[in-house]
Structure formats: structure tokens, C-alpha cells
């Protein structure tokens, strides 16, 4: 029986859109468009917005039409690179068929954010922008897809909390065992997409894309600082544990992967808010940047 005071998962059925039977769209899969569209959209105003930009040259609109399909591929190569070196290398050794098979689920943040990095510094090359720029763009509209991504990840009823007996809101996942468990994707939902998005959406406002590098760099080190925080209240995957330690804070358990691969976040993010708050990230000749925007060279 599960515990008195815990709540039962809710019965939703990780399969959004089926046809006699047979799945056809899960709602893992409507986030990731959710989060895409959502970024699209939002992306699209914040360049349509001229007190935002100063004298840094701006992608066109159509270029943000054109970006979604460069972030969604390194979003997907990369979250999926990602799971595999950094949380199940021997099994995928071991059955190198198994890393096609994205359908079984294993997407790494950490790895979908150095992909989408990858693209997005590729497509500024192409399209002659300064890939500072658009990297804090991608910046300020990923909390959208963070938001998405973790309420799928409830609703698939995986990545559950570690154990909490005395938490009020404690749930017992399916799969998680007869034990009350935090609801950290939940936990994750709020640090990770909402309170970021807000964080972000502040801080263009008051900075603009002026300073190249700088949301960038604020986005990288607050995702670092609210990922370790809900590390503390998330299951470490099975396969790896804990990396180091058993008992560390209050909530107990020691260093998780997830934690591990924050910390180059944090340094980087924090050296990025420093060099672009020095200047040392704006184009050496904005007036030439302005020239291209108008069409005059």
C-alpha cells in the first residue's frame, strides 16, 4: 500500500494523440514543439523591437524563420550525443543500435545545450551575425522550452525525486517504487523555465542585446545555479548514482553528473557577464554592423 499522507500519481497517459491504439504524437514530443514554436514566437518580437538592439547588428526576421530549424537539429543531435557519453556510454557500447533508438527516451540538457550552441554559432557564420548576438537571443526564449520539457517529463512519469516521507506534496510514481517521492520535474518546471524566463525577460529589458554576451552569459550561470539547487531534490539516474559522497546538505546525497556538468556552466557563464560588461565582446566597428543592417554595404 502506498504511504497515508502521499499523492497518487495522476493517470495521464504519456500518449497525446493515438489512432485506434496505436500511438502517434506523445506529449514529450508536443513539448519540444510547444518550446520551439513558444522561442520562435517570442524570438521573432524581441528582434522587431529596435530599443533593444543600439548600434549590434540584428538577424532579420526571416533568419529567426530559419534558425528553428538549425536549434531544433542540434537540440535533438546533441541532447541525444549528450545522454550517451555522459550518462549511459558502456550500454550504448555495448548495443550501438540502441543510440538510434531515440523512441526509448535519454535526452541530456547539457548535451542539447553545447548542440544548440554548435548551430547557432554555425548559422551566425553563415548569415554574417555575430554569434554573441544570437546566442543571447537563444538565451533569453530556452526558459520557454525548459518549462515544457520538465512538465513532460512529469507527465511521463520519469525523472521522479528522491525520497521524501515527510514532504506534504510528496507523490508515489509508477515506476518509482512504493515510496513518496519530491516531484522535482515539477521543482525543475519552475527554477529552470519559469523563474529563468522571468530572470531573462527582466534583463533584456534592461540591457537589450547592447552588450554581446552578456544575457548569454547571465542565462548560462543561472540555469548552473537553479539545476544543482533541484539536483538536490531529484533521483540521480541509476546507472551512475551518486558520483561522489553520500551526505551532503540537509536533504542528504552526495554529487550528481547533473551537478558536475554545472560547474563549467557556472565559470563560463560568470567570465562571459565579466568580458561583456568590460566591452570586450562589441563589434569593433558597429557602424559598419548598422551600415550591412540598412543595406548600405
Given amino acids: 500500500m502506498p504511504p497515508l499522507f502521499a499523492i497518487p500519481f495522476p493517470a495521464i497517459d504519456p500518449v497525446a494523440i493515438s489512432i485506434s491504439g496505436v500511438p502517434i504524437v506523445k506529449w514529450y514530443a508536443l513539448s519540444y514543439i510547444a518550446g520551439l514554436v513558444g522561442g520562435w514566437f517570442y524570438a521573432r518580437r524581441l528582434v522587431a523591437a529596435d530599443s533593444l538592439w543600439g548600434v549590434v547588428k540584428r538577424p532579420k526576421l526571416g533568419d529567426v524563420d530559419d534558425l528553428i530549424v538549425w536549434v531544433a537539429l542540434g537540440v535533438v543531435l546533441g ?3 549528450g545522454y550517451v557519453l555522459f550518462y549511459n556510454l558502456p550500454m550504448y557500447l555495448d548495443d550501438p543500435a540502441e543510440i538510434l533508438a531515440i523512441r526509448n527516451g535519454g535526452m541530456s540538457f547539457h548535451g542539447g545545450f553545447l548542440g544548440s550552441i554548435f548551430a547557432l554559432l554555425l548559422f551566425a557564420r553563415t548569415r554574417g551575425l555575430n554569434g554573441y548576438t544570437m546566442l543571447d537571443l537563444a538565451a533569453v526564449v530556452v526558459p520557454i522550452g525548459l518549462f515544457f520539457g520538465r512538465i513532460a517529463n512529469f507527465v511521463n512519469g520519469e525523472l521522479w525525486g528522491r525520497a521524501a516521507p515527510d514532504f506534504p506534496y510528496a507523490i508515489v510514481f509508477p515506476t518509482g517504487g512504493d515510496v513518496p517521492r519530491y516531484p522535482s520535474q515539477l521543482f525543475e518546471a519552475v527554477a ?24 548569454g552569459g547571465i542565462f548560462v550561470l543561472g540555469y ?13 539516474d541509476p546507472q551512475l548514482g551518486f558520483l561522489f559522497g553520500r551526505e551532503v546538505g540537509a536533504l542528504g546525497g552526495g554529487i550528481t553528473m547533473g551537478m558536475l556538468l554545472c560547474v563549467p556552466m557556472a565559470i563560463i557563464g560568470a567570465t562571459y557577464i565579466v568580458l561583456a560588461a568590460r566591452g570586450v565582446t562589441r563589434p569593433r566597428h558597429p557602424e559598419v554592423e548598422v551600415q550591412a543592417e540598412a543595406g548600405q554595404i
Fill in 192 to 215: 529552470e523555465g519559469l523563474l529563468l524566463f522571468i530572470v531573462m525577460a527582466i534583463c533584456v529589458r534592461r540591457f537589450g542585446f547592447r552588450k554581446p554576451g552578456l544575457l
Fill in 79 to 81: 541532447g541525444r550525443i
Fill in 224 to 236: 548552473a545555479i537553479t539545476r544543482t539547487f533541484c539536483e538536490f531534490f531529484r533521483e540521480p
